[in-house]
T-cell receptor
Framework: DGGITQSPKYLFRKEGQNVTLSCEQN?????MYWYRQDPGQGLRLIYY???????QKGDIAEGYSVSREKKESFPLTVTSAQKNPTAFYLC???????????FGSGTRLTVV | DAKTTQPPSMDCAEGRAANLPCNHSTISGNEYVYWYRQIHSQGPQYIIH???NNETNEMASLIITEDRKSSTLILPHATLRDTAVYYCIVRVGPGTGTASKLTFGTGTRLQVML
């Protein structure tokens, strides 16, 4: 079955360490997105990519980095520059930027 | 993309219809209304979308007013599993080739009760 996979589901890191969240899709979608969600809040866009080897900053890109070397993969790195990294991170993909999104099940990152 | 306004929370008895309103008074002519829902600690799930005609699928119905300034998502027979946060989003429609990001507000928290 086609879908979008995020791993791991839970992730713990020490403060000051970089951490990379995985996002893989087998839907043959061109566009991929990373969102962050804090408790009781809506989703905020971190980065998005419409095609391979291209990506744009979203609303809260500071302290994050991404790459899009393959159509299927869009990993997100949370760097030590991100001041409040503890959050629920959601990856999504869409056929192109104008179609509806398919979301992964999320990664809950806790930095201690 | 146009902004939307939703009530922060609503309750509904199990088995009854849940009617979730959304105001989008600044919607443009080429913008669609999309609905997603998010069950606790999961990724959002697409429900339905529409331009100006009412739409129905296996999950819900979408009623859009004639002036398109507001809409209502209807879950005809709510169950406990429908307890979730429901997001109303306005953006350009599919197939336009236009990159338009989905902007999520805080949505409506629907609590379905026994």
């Amino acid at each position: 079955d086609g879908g979008i996979t995020q791993s791991p589901k839970y992730l713990f890191r020490k403060e000051g360490q970089n951490v990379t969240l995985s996002c893989e899709q087998n839907l043959n979608h061109d566009a991929m997105y990373w969102y962050r969600q804090d408790p009781g809040q809506g989703l905020r866009l971190i980065y998005y990519s419409q095609i391979v080897n291209d990506f744009q900053k979203g609303d809260i890109a500071e302290g994050y980095s991404v790459s899009r070397e393959k159509k299927e993969s869009f990993p997100l790195t949370v760097t030590s520059a991100q001041k409040n990294p503890t959050a629920f991170y959601l990856c999504a993909s869409s056929r192109d930027g104008s179609y509806g999104y398919t979301f992964g099940s999320g990664t809950r990152l806790t930095v201690v | 993309d146009a902004k939307t306004t939703q009530p922060p929370s609503m309750d509904c008895a199990e088995g009854r219809a849940a009617n979730l309103p959304c105001n989008h008074s600044t919607i443009s002519g080429n913008e669609y209304v999309y609905w997603y829902r998010q069950i606790h600690s999961q990724g959002p799930q697409y429900i339905i979308h529409g331009l100006k005609n009412n739409e129905t699928n296996e999950m819900a119905s979408l009623i859009i007013t004639e002036d398109r300034k507001s809409s209502t998502l209807i879950l005809p027979h709510a169950t406990l599993r429908d307890t979730a946060v429901y997001y109303c989003i306005v953006r350009v429609g599919p197939g336009t080739g236009t990159a338009s990001k989905l902007t999520f507000g805080t949505g409506t928290r629907l609590q379905v009760m026994l």
